[in-house]
């Protein structure tokens, strides 16, 4: 969950959280925005571009994103 999520972000990794607007379940995607454990906050279906975009070398700054 949330602290998990933390724990990557803690390591250097980039977190990335679901968006409320596309959530069925906002539970986690919320609790891991609260305590700044996300990087980014995307709709869903936007997810698998932004991994394939950081995979690249391409993602590096929140701003390239809609947070």
């Known amino acids: 969950g949330a602290k998990g999520m933390a724990a990557i972000k803690i390591m250097g990794g980039k977190t990335i959280a679901q968006d409320e607007s596309t959530s069925i379940v906002y539970g986690m ?39």
């Open 29 to 67: 995607p919320r609790a891991a925005v609260e305590i700044a454990a996300a990087d980014f906050v995307t709709p869903l279906d936007e997810i698998p571009a932004m991994m394939e975009k950081y995979s690249r070398g391409n993602l590096e700054k929140p701003q390239d994103l809609r947070l």
